[in-house]
């Protein structure tokens, strides 16, 4: 019996050890697919901008009348000028092809700016330029610039802790949340923690440290609870996949990202959509209750929670339309070719596309309805001077 119990050990060891070692070569191998994968990702080549000297060959001018356009292949021969990148300074003349049957082609004038992928060999030297697109960067920089500075001089001391929520909303989104969606935390999650963090640090940075901004972030919090609930239930119901969109869809061709949860995704992105609104109702209504008790101290705290929600169901129905006008503008060229091909409405209405983009509205919605009561309700006992 010794005998047995001591082989069944050495058996139970043995064995052991050989999963243990399996998980470790399996977690090795992950790994070493995963640094793969990376590695061939890295994009080789070097994106770099170009200044037009001149257009040595211009076919895009030519008549053709006899040339079918599914067939009216035309050329530039551009000669360049790089202006950033290890090579700047160098002359080269890259060749233009545009398929004239493509609604998006890009035709050249001199001085015109163009954005290059640049391919080096070993030694350093370009063995190939590849035309991306047309330089636009200034014209975008210059739209935010001047944007910035109106928000600065129209809102004052307000209007600069704007703008650094501004620039903190933006950089928590892209330099906290992506990359912990893209390294396999809960996107879910990982949105939600975002969204608190980003209403807190906002509201207390443009409204101030008051029992309004407590009240406002309370009823934010809570909306935003209620709008993740919704979506949660109905997308699961309506068993969405987060993988409508274009970009999804690219995403989830790409082998070390894999593991990601698009259906998630999707839910976090539509938590993120809706804040803003909810935000800027719970600090609408938060901030006209406080102003109506400091007029009037002797109010009730009934009719301060009335007049609460009277304010609350004036602004209702515009950020409602905010919303929904807002994710309809994205999608008006898809509502467009919807309609140019005659679809009818059933078939429309069970697209994981637009059943995504109406529930996204929905619980977007949602979240802002309810969280005008939630934020009256929460002011109302939460008052300066209770009566």
């Known amino acids: 019996m010794k005998k047995l119990l001591m082989i069944l050990m050495i058996l139970l060891l043995v064995t052991g050890s050989v999963f243990a070692t399996d998980a470790e070569e399996a977690d090795k191998l992950d790994q070493e697919l995963e640094d793969y994968y990376e590695d061939s990702m890295r994009p080789e080549y070097t994106a770099v901008k170009a200044r037009i000297i001149e257009i040595t060959l211009d076919e895009t001018k030519e008549e053709r009348p006899d040339v ?42 001199p001085e015109d700016k163009m954005l290059l992928r640049m391919f080096e060999d070993e030694d350093g030297q370009i063995y190939s330029l590849q035309i991306v697109e047309k330089v636009r960067e200034q014209y975008v ?24 929520s501004l620039i903190f909303t933006g950089g928590i989104i892209v330099l906290v949340l992506v990359p912990m969606i893209l390294n396999g935390y809960n996107p879910i999650l990982s949105s939600t923690f975002i969204c608190i963090v980003t209403t807190v640090v906002t509201l207390l940075l443009i409204v101030g440290r008051n029992k309004k901004t407590l009240s406002a972030i309370l009823g934010t919090v809570i909306g935003l609870m209620i709008a993740g609930f919704v979506v949660f239930v109905i997308g699961n119901g309506a068993q ?20 990601l949860d698009f ?49 609350g169901r004036d602004i209702m129905g515009s950020m409602s339309n905010t919303l929904i006008l807002a ?29 995504s983009e109406v529930i996204r509205a929905v619980a977007g919605s949602t979240g802002l309805i309810m969280a005008i009561p939630l934020t009256a309700i929460i002011s109302g006992f939460n008052r300066v001077k209770k009566v």
């Open 68 to 109: 079918p356009l599914q067939s009216d292949r035309r050329y530039q021969h551009i000669k360049i000028e790089l202006i950033t990148g290890s090579h700047t300074g160098e002359v080269y003349t890259v060749q233009n092809i545009i398929e004239m049957i493509n609604p998006y082609k890009l035709i050249f004038e």
């Open 327 to 355: 994710y309809t503008g994205g999608a008006l060229h898809l509502m467009l070719l919807f309609n140019a091909f005659n679809m009818s409405f059933t078939e429309i209405i069970n697209m994981d596309m637009i059943a």
């Open 240 to 259: 969405l996949t987060g993988l409508s969109g274009d970009e999804a869809q690219m995403l989830a061709y790409v082998p070390q990202k894999s593991f």
């Open 263 to 311: 259906k998630g995704i999707l839910y976090a992105g539509i938590l993120i959509g809706a804040l803003g609104a909810i935000m800027d109702v719970t600090v609408s209504v938060a901030s006209s209750m406080y102003e109506i008790e400091s007029v009037h101290p002797e109010i009730t705290t009934k009719e301060l929670i009335k007049s609460g929600l009277n304010v």
């Open 141 to 164: 920089y210059a739209a935010v610039l001047g944007f910035l500075i109106l928000l600065t001089v129209i809102g004052g001391k307000n209007g600069i802790k704007s703008v650094l």
